[in-house]
């Protein structure tokens, strides 16, 4: 008796999306409770609108930082944790 191949868990529109950083630890913040109410429904992020508003973040702060109101510049990393929490 042959195996059936295995189906992708995921569609290919999930290429469109970004996962929450607490996804692979299964973090109680990567996640939301469905309208129902009884089920949990992974947070994702849109690609194109994530990187739009991270461009226009570290562009913020880069003008902040001209104009004396920030000494630095916050890392991608640093600007990531603050839109995903």
């Not at 999306?17 to 994702?44: I, L």
């Not at 849109?46 to 990187?51: E, N, T, Y």
């Amino acid at each position: 008796m042959s195996r059936k191949p295995q189906k992708a868990t995921r569609t290919w529109w999930r290429n469109e999306f970004y996962d929450h950083p607490g996804r692979a630890e299964k973090r109680d913040d990567a996640y939301v409770v469905s309208t129902a109410g009884n089920t949990k429904v992974e947070k994702v992020y849109c690609k194109p609108c994530f990187d739009t508003d991270l461009n226009e973040l570290i562009a913020r702060d880069e003008a902040d930082r001209d104009l004396g109101r920030r000494n630095n510049i916050r890392s991608t990393e640093e600007i990531t944790t603050y839109c995903t929490s």
